[in-house]
């Protein structure tokens, strides 16, 4: 047990057998931050400080904590039918699921597969689009394109088309066949851009030179997220995802949005799609869906992809793909539960009455020591601090660390303070944030 620095209420709480996943776990063990409940903005910690939720939990608790009607929906169905196979089986909830989803859904994707995460969703979309080339006897196309510093979760097929060296560089065995476009982080251009920056369409047109050194009739799917989160932020910039679906469309190439993060709200409408006004061929989700509440993400289809795979005899398997929990009873209950919620409180285009104060009030961070960049769209923001010499990352996670002690929860990737409050924040929880995070800057050296 080690619990030198853990305070009272910790006394009998073993840290050694938990592995934390994404965590510094001899530095974590040694002063634990442990929260206990959550309401509202704000969790309480196991002594029994406040801390205002400044990033949704990891980015999916948009609806905010402590939904009585999630927590009645789950406990109403596993007490109902706790569980139910979607393998040659099927239950009424995740058909009703999946036509609630299709309304709020980029237009045109209408089919929606179930997973329990967002890795999941990466590694069956990308199934999914070599596995539609085939059915169509284009075969050849088998080349998966991602984007440096992206992000697709932790499978073998996310963190290969993802770019961000720490979530490769140790487990060498990656898909074959994958390249990669260049990131759009352009800091010398953009530094301090408030919404989507002027400048970067043209890192789109790498792709122009990957069919030209491939051949399109080799290339499947290129996968992006519309906003990378986890690295730290970065946007697209203005005319980039058009024209990346301009690029994929002229090669028959499958373009597939990751909107884990930027689903169900988080940039001011449904998804990230609409917003910006392009919509891809297949779209990943996860967090959001349920609120956070119980594992569950969703990829989303057109009907052409699908119907490509309906041929053959009636009692073929079209797809041999799926989980155990693809649809899982509890799951879809409480992401029908959470999507009445974001119906009845408008929160999936919230934050569009609220977002030029959270930017406004990011942008007022301006002038802080280190503080090189600020980028902010929807309800996300970033504030990107000048790394420490010979020590990259030490500088955000001091900042982290102080701003949880002083009462605010934010993310740091590397020396990159990311945040993204639940879309029931208020102008007063912004102010708080910004000043929480403005103070613990400015006597962070
Ligand atoms: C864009 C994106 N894709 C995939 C994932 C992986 O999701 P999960 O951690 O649920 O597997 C994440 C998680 O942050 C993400 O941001």
Redesign the pocket.
């Known amino acids: 047990m080690n619990s030198m620095h853990a305070p009272a209420s910790q006394q009998d709480l073993s840290l050694d057998e938990f592995w934390m996943p994404f965590t510094a776990n001899r530095q974590f063990k040694d002063r634990p931050r442990l929260l206990e409940s959550a309401e509202g903005m704000y969790y309480t910690d196991v002594e029994g400080r406040q801390v205002i939720d400044g990033t949704s939990g990891?980015?999916c608790c948009n609806a905010g904590h402590g939904r009585k009607e999630i927590a009645e929906a789950v406990s109403k169905q596993i007490a109902k039918m706790d569980f139910a196979p979607t393998f040659q089986m099927g239950h009424p909830l995740p058909f009703q699921l999946a036509e609630r989803l299709v309304e709020i859904a980029p237009e045109g994707l209408n089919r929606v597969f179930f997973t329990n995460?967002?890795?999941?969703s990466?590694d069956t979309a990308l199934k999914i689009a070599l596995a539609y080339h085939r059915a169509r006897g284009e075969g050849t196309r088998t080349r998966l394109i991602g984007r440096e510093l992206g992000?697709?979760?932790?499978g073998f097929g996310?963190i290969s088309v993802g770019g961000m060296v720490n979530n490769r560089k140790a487990f060498g065995v990656q898909l074959p066949g994958v390249d990669h476009l260049p990131h759009t982080l352009d800091l010398e251009r953009n530094a301090f851009t408030r919404g989507l920056p002027k400048h970067g369409v043209e890192y789109a047109d790498h792709l122009e030179r990957l069919v030209n050194l491939h051949g399109a009739e080799n290339i499947a799917a290129v996968i992006v997220?519309p906003m990378s989160?986890?690295a730290g932020v970065i946007l697209p910039p203005q005319g980039y995802l058009k024209r990346l679906r301009e690029i994929t469309e002229k090669h028959g190439i499958l373009l597939i949005f990751?909107e884990?993060?930027t689903g169900f709200g988080r940039v001011g409408s449904p998804f990230a799609s609409q917003r910006w006004e392009v919509t891809p061929d297949i779209m990943?989700t996860?967090?959001g869906l349920t609120n956070g509440a119980i594992p569950m993400?969703a990829v989303f289809a057109s009907d052409q992809i699908q119907d490509a795979f309906m041929h053959g005899p009636d009692g073929i398997i079209e797809l041999f793909h799926g989980y155990t929990y693809s649809g899982h009873p509890v799951a879809a209950a409480a992401a029908l539960a959470t999507l009445d919620i974001y119906a009845r409180d408008g929160l999936l285009t919230r934050i569009r009455d609220l977002e030029i104060y959270w930017q406004e009030g990011l942008h007022s961070l301006q002038g802080l020591p280190n503080v090189i960049d600020i980028r902010n769209t929807g309800m996300v923001g970033a504030v990107h601090l000048a790394s420490r010499d010979g020590a990259p990352g030490k500088r955000g996670y001091d900042v982290f660390e102080g701003c949880f002690w002083n009462g605010l929860m934010v993310r740091n990737s590397g020396d990159i303070i990311a945040m993204a409050p639940p879309l029931i924040v208020e102008k007063s929880h912004i102010d708080q944030i910004i000043n929480t995070l403005g103070d613990v800057i400015r006597r962070t050296p």
């Open positions: 990891l980015w995460s967002g890795s999941e990466v992000y697709h979760g932790v996310g997220e989160g986890s990751d884990v993060i990943t996860a967090k993400g």
